[in-house]
């Protein structure tokens, strides 16, 4: 490795650490789970089995059977009847009864409509299940190993599939929401199907639990179909190092994490390129809306998302490598097509700062519409990309969101809890954004995004398509027309310096403590509150004094030092304005650095010519000119390929050095200008021979 990169390897973890330093809490760790390794992938996605059901659950409330399924189809009113006569003789009452009856793989569970509340599995753990030895996670709860599990199913889950092969769970209503299965807050997980290959579940509602309403856990082999969850703390619906997974025609909303996760999915193309042979887990006709974020996924690996719609959330869809403990990281390899993906800019931020969130979850209010955002996230913003790479997102429509529609930036190794210094640049590369129908519907009707594209500038091998409208960096690396083919590429190792401050000031929220961090404008925070605000006006107020007065103490007299100093003072105004308008289409950031490169560079010519004996802080001033200008281009005209640091980060590094070097040249007393010599006496006059008056004698 080159002293070039150790060097930018060494700033990106120091500056990260240091950001890491100054939160006052722990961050929450998201999905936090035993220690689980991918399924060997010897499986295949379940199907559908229609013949008559093994095991039947009812309720015994006849009259209020015969109320659901009156407005019923005649021929599926009939079959729910005669299905209630049979389980009525010799069915179960709770659905964790006839889980524990499946003594097979293959066989069917069916369940009447009703509301299932499961009330045996409701009580606290007592006994020996009261006093299990088990880490707790940062919410609080225990890490249960699957023994703990099996020993004690009901410590967290309302409904534990452990173990069970094949099995087949169905509601038979005419609608999911005619089976409801209601943790009412009591536990952890409504449905949890742990080490079950195979598992297909149909046609019910999970609702209201402290994580997750329906959990898929090391599972080779699962359908979700015609499935909807709601009003949980975290997840709808949970899949995590499973592989052959299958979602379709699912709803999700009221989350305070994701309504879709499938996490930690089997990372199966690791080391591939945009062409793999097939997906882990497939997601489609699906709507997730009114969530924090309609889907997430931290490692989510080999994720087909296709023919979804993800709406009326704080963001569409989100995949990240920023949690520890999540198998397959970095993320990799997800692929985004044809998924309705707008107006995601709800803001449930407040229920946090005004006290809602800190309520037992049965008084916040989800069913009226409360979400109580579990992590950071910028709302407003359609796909957000923290730390992948090998994404596609190809032919979806983006629209309606109030900040961006794609967000990507770069997440260091040690987030994750790896040290190695050559892992510490290894995430937000050859991302892929093309043929996307960006601020349209699907009618054509203009439902412009403020932003299309905010990107940190970190990563190689990103592109977007070129027709990509408002986007900062204003130049971006253009797709070519076939997958690998990229112009303009970039291959930064960090990302621009003002966008990593803001990431990392964003990044110190954390629910359980209210703390919303001040100068993020995710949160609410605006013109001088914001950190990018005030980065910019304290370096205009240093540069604006330094500068004036190294003119007014050295090169006052000077036309050129004085009219650039006039144009230094407009560009850094203006940088200070576009500070305010980072969302906002405009090329006011490169204007600034253009009038601002001009300053330095005629202030670098009136040095030299004023002094030419001692050149040196003259030519660190030229340098300084030549980097910003530089930077104006590489931000406004074309990034500039195959250098590892952005303009930005050796232009700031200089100037700090500038400007203390200004500070003792404008101290320094100007040198007295020699005096002339003082007159001596007037030299003796020689007379002048005269020639003689008159002619010859």
């Given amino acids: 490795m080159s002293w070039t990169r150790r060097f930018v390897l060494a700033l990106s973890v120091v500056l990260a650490a240091l950001a890491a330093a100054l939160s006052t809490a722990p961050a929450a760790q998201a999905h936090e789970e035993r220690p689980v390794t991918f399924p060997d992938g010897t499986g295949s996605v379940p199907a559908l089995r229609t013949g008559e059901p093994d ?13 659901r399924v009156a407005g019923f189809p005649a021929a599926l009113k009939a079959r729910n009847l005669t299905l209630y006569e049979r389980c009525a003789r010799a069915g179960y009452r709770h659905l964790q009864q006839a889980v524990d009856a499946v003594d097979r793989p293959g066989m069917t569970i069916a369940i009447l409509p009703g509301l299932y509340e499961e009330e045996p599995s409701l009580p606290a753990p007592t006994g020996a299940c009261a006093a299990l030895k088990a880490p707790r996670s940062s919410f609080g709860y225990q890490i249960l190993s699957y023994e703990q599990q099996r020993r004690c199913p009901h410590n967290q889950n309302l409904v534990a599939i452990l173990g069970k092969k094949n099995l087949q ?15 009412k807050y009591a536990k952890l997980n409504a449905l949890r199907a742990d080490k079950s290959d195979g598992v297909y579940f149909r046609n019910f509602t999970a609702q209201r639990t402290t994580f997750n309403a329906l959990y898929v856990l090391a599972g080779d082999g699962f359908v979700i179909d015609d499935v909807l969850t709601r009003w949980n703390d975290e997840y709808g619906f949970l899949t995590f190092a499973s592989d052959h997974g299958l979602y379709k025609n699912c709803e999700s909303y009221g989350n305070g994490d994701s309504g879709i996760y499938p996490g930690s999915a089997s990372n199966i193309n690791d080391g591939r390129g945009y062409d793999v042979p097939r997906h882990s887990i497939e997601i489609t006709g699906c709507r997730s809306h009114h969530n924090m974020v309609g889907y997430s996924g931290t490692a989510g690996d080999s994720v087909h998302v296709h023919d979804n719609e993800f709406d009326h959330n704080m963001g569409g869809a989100s995949m990240d490598s920023a949690f520890p403990g999540h198998p397959g990281l970095p993320q990799n390899h997800a692929r985004f097509e044809r998924n309705l993906i707008h107006d995601n800019n709800q803001n449930y931020y407040p229920y946090v700062a005004d006290g809602t969130c800190a309520k037992p979850p049965v008084e916040r209010g989800y069913e009226q519409g409360v979400v109580c955002p579990q992590i950071s996230m910028p709302p407003g913003t359609g796909i957000i990309t923290a730390g992948g790479n090998w994404n596609l997102y190809e032919n979806n429509w983006i629209y309606g969101h109030q900040r961006a529609a794609f967000f990507l930036s770069a997440v260091p190794a040690f987030i994750r809890g790896e040290d190695a210094w050559g892992k510490q640049t290894d995430t937000s590369h050859h991302n892929r954004y093309a043929g996307n129908h960006l601020g349209v519907d699907r009618s054509g009707a203009s439902r412009p995004n403020r932003t299309d594209v905010w990107w940190d500038g970190q990563g190689e091998g990103n592109c977007w398509q070129p027709d990509a409208g408002a986007a900062t960096p204003h130049a971006l690396p253009d797709c070519g027309a076939r997958r690998g083919q990229v112009s303009g590429a970039g291959a930064r190792l960090v990302g621009e310096p003002v966008k990593l401050a803001q990431l990392l000031v964003c990044a110190d929220y954390n629910v359980q403590a209210r703390r919303l961090p001040a100068g993020c404008d995710w949160y609410g925070a605006r013109g001088i509150h914001r950190v990018e605000t005030q980065l910019a006006l304290g370096t205009a107020v240093v540069l604006a004094l330094v500068g004036t007065v190294l003119w007014h103490r050295r090169l006052r007299g000077n036309r050129l030092a004085g009219a650039a100093t006039l144009l230094g003072l407009l560009g850094l105004a203006l940088d200070v304005a576009g500070s305010t308008l980072a969302l906002t289409p ?4 490169a204007l600034a650095l253009l009038l601002t490169g001009l300053w330095w560079t005629a202030l670098g010519l009136a040095l030299r010519t004023a002094n030419p004996r001692r050149p040196a802080f003259a030519r660190t001033t030229l340098a300084l000119g030549a980097l910003t200008l530089l930077d104006a281009f590489d931000k406004a005209v074309l990034m500039i390929p195959w250098i590892p640091l952005s303009p930005a980060w050796v232009r700031g590094l200089l100037a700090v050095v500038w400007v203390l070097w200004a500070v003792i040249v404008a101290g320094t007393r100007r040198p007295a ?7 001596g006496p007037a030299p003796a006059q020689v007379p002048t021979p005269s020639a003689p008056a008159g002619g010859a004698a």
């Fill in 586 to 589: 405009t090329l006011l950031p």
């Fill in 169 to 183: 769970i169905e509601g038979t209503g005419a609608s999911r929401l005619d089976v409801v299965i209601d943790a």
């Fill in 55 to 67: 095991l039947l659950v009812c309720k015994t409330d006849r009259a209020a059977f015969e109320r």
């Fill in 673 to 679: 200008l020699p005096e002339p010599p003082a007159p």
